[in-house]
């Protein structure tokens, strides 16, 4: 049985070409997992090194656990993963390789930059750019829903960018990361 998913969402799923694995969440838990996408050397100057996309999933339910099958389109040999289990008031980050078939925990750190977003007006976040192929670097997610906050685009004349505004809720905690280089960790 899958859950969550719309027919557009399960014919996207079918069109996907790649690799697909499966985790299963205890109860009270909800696991989200990102690729880390490396920026096109030719234009590392203009856009971060690196972006996030949020894998798509189909969600099973097995008695008390749910067992999701998330995709890979279009996978390279070795793709960086960032795991993100969301439980009753914390988030376990762990960063993954998929190689293979197989998802492995990994052991060379990669740096993640993640905080906790908090305001008691309505607030909007940090500008941040897009690539041209319309990718970001950072990720706010809803820890209660784990939904990601879908940013507002807008074309900056000035400096000829797409960029990306996130309206934050009042009395509301958000959970947001980005990959960075390890130069960039100060």
């Known amino acids: 049985m899958i859950l969550g998913f719309r027919e557009k969402e399960c014919k ?12 299963t969440d205890p ?22 090194k690196y972006t996030l996309q949020r ?10 656990l749910k067992k999701k099958t998330f995709f890979v389109d279009e996978p390279e040999n070795e793709e960086d993963l960032v795991i993100l289990s969301f439980g ?16 492995k925990i990994a052991k060379r750190p990669i740096p993640i930059k993640f905080d906790t977003l908090y305001s008691e007006k309505e607030t909007e976040y940090k500008e941040f750019r897009y ?16 939904e990601e906050i879908k940013p507002i685009l807008y074309f900056d004349q000035d400096t000829n ?7 934050l809720k009042p009395y509301k ?14």
Do not use: W
């Open 55 to 64: 894998l798509e999933y189909a969600e099973e339910l097995t008695g008390n």
């Open 131 to 146: 690539t041209p192929d319309l990718k970001r670097p950072i990720s706010i997610i809803d820890p209660e829903t784990t």
């Open 88 to 103: 009753q008031d914390k988030v376990v980050v762990n960063m993954g390789i998929l190689a293979e078939d197989k998802v």
């Open 161 to 167: 960018e797409v960029k990306g505004k996130c309206k």
């Open 27 to 48: 109860q009270g838990v909800s696991t989200v997992i990102y690729r880390i996408n490396k920026t096109d050397k030719r234009l590392l100057d203009e856009y971060p």
């Open 173 to 186: 905690s958000y959970f947001a990361f980005e990959i960075r280089d390890k130069k960039e960790d100060n």
């Open 12 to 23: 996207k799923m079918d069109s996907i070409q790649g690799k697909h694995f499966s985790i």
